[in-house]
């Protein structure tokens, strides 16, 4: 199904989705301009193409390990590296890439130690692996829920905001109900109350009450992704730079409002920074890249990236065109 079979207003309900990713279509139908069922059918269309899905992560005091891994491999495994890779809880995103590495996994596990065995007992014994390098992730400088197309007028985003249920961080324990919650939810972001309650095992009233307390704890943050159908950003770039740590708050403050830069991770490695963007073409790598260093002059780009294939999206599958196929929880099913 190619891009063109999608027009301006599934754009809009999608980046209506990014803003407030549980709102219902009633809520949303007087923001947009159209009736909750014209949303719902787009929605529902776009969803079964598999080119747009919800899904959301752990956060705040709930937030796991996460490392950037870098994988070399045989000559001819890389493909098979990164697929029997794709289906491991642990591995919330796989990418195949161009340059220093083969493939690139981001790893979300509970601790140091659990990631220390996966890197070591699962990724460095999978056929095909010659090398593993694992960059601990100390701080998400901002990440790819804030992403928007910017297809929201001032006025649609500003009632928006009305809806949105975010709070920022607090103090809060999972306890097994929650952990329950959270699984269900990283599957299926917009999963209704009744579903939710089957996976979780307590009334709908319940769970209406503990997922506000994780939104309002700031213990989940939504994401809604869209392959390059839908959004025409069929080129996805990763660059690596280093900065000196009296500008890191400056570069998570710079970097935000540049297009196509999606994510910039703060990592403990040759590298402090890697941001990940999203491009129409080849051609706006450096450009890009020029636009960096005139908004963070003190950034030095060392590496950069091609995403050859990417091969799952924060517990995505997804096809060779980059649809969504299926979904691996990012939290495992047994409780903390």
Excluded at 83 to 90: K, R, W
Excluded at 91 to 115: E, M
Excluded at 181 to 195: K, N, P, V
Excluded at 287 to 298: G, H, Q, V, W
Aim: some cysteine; overall charge neutral.
């Amino acid at each position: 199904m190619e891009g063109a079979d999608f027009d301006e207003l599934d754009i809009a309900i999608v980046d209506a989705v990014r803003s407030v990713p549980r709102v219902s279509w009633r809520d949303l139908a007087p923001v947009m301009g159209v009736n909750a069922a014209t949303i719902s059918r787009r929605w529902s269309r776009m969803q079964a193409a598999g080119v747009v899905w919800v899904t959301a992560h752990p956060a705040g005091n709930a937030t796991p390990t996460c490392a950037l891994v870098e994988i070399n491999c045989a000559p001819g495994e890389s493909t098979a590296v990164a697929e029997a890779l794709a289906g491991d809880v642990e591995a919330a995103t796989v990418k195949l890439t161009s340059g220093a590495r083969d493939v690139q996994v981001l790893a979300q596990v509970p601790d140091l130690a659990a990631l220390s065995g996966y890197l070591s007992d699962r990724v460095g014994r999978t056929p095909g692996v010659v090398s593993v390098r694992g960059h601990i992730v100390t701080r998400s400088a901002f990440e790819a829920s804030r992403w928007r197309e910017g297809a929201l007028d001032l006025d649609q985003q500003r009632r928006l905001g009305a809806h949105d249920t975010t709070r920022g961080e607090h103090d809060g324990v999972l306890d097994s109900a929650d952990h329950r919650l959270l699984r269900a939810l990283t599957i299926d972001g917009r999963m209704s109350l009744e579903r939710l309650s089957e996976h979780v095992g307590l009334g709908a009233v319940t769970v209406r009450r503990r997922l506000s307390r994780l939104e309002s704890a700031g213990l989940v943050i939504y994401r809604c992704d869209t392959s390059k159908h839908l959004s025409g950003r069929a080129f996805a770039a990763t660059y690596y730079g280093s900065i000196d740590v009296n500008d890191l708050d400056a570069a998570e403050e710079r970097l935000r409002g540049l297009p196509g830069v999606r994510a910039c991770s703060i990592v403990a490695g040759p590298h402090n920074v890697i941001i990940d963007a999203w491009l129409h073409t080849a051609a706006e790598v450096h450009e890009l890249e020029r636009r960096m260093s005139r908004a963070l002059p003190a950034l030095r780009i060392k590496d950069r990236a091609v995403v050859l294939r990417l091969v799952k999206l924060l517990g995505r599958i997804l096809d060779a065109e980059g649809r969504s196929v299926r979904s691996v929880p990012l939290l495992k099913d047994d409780a903390p």
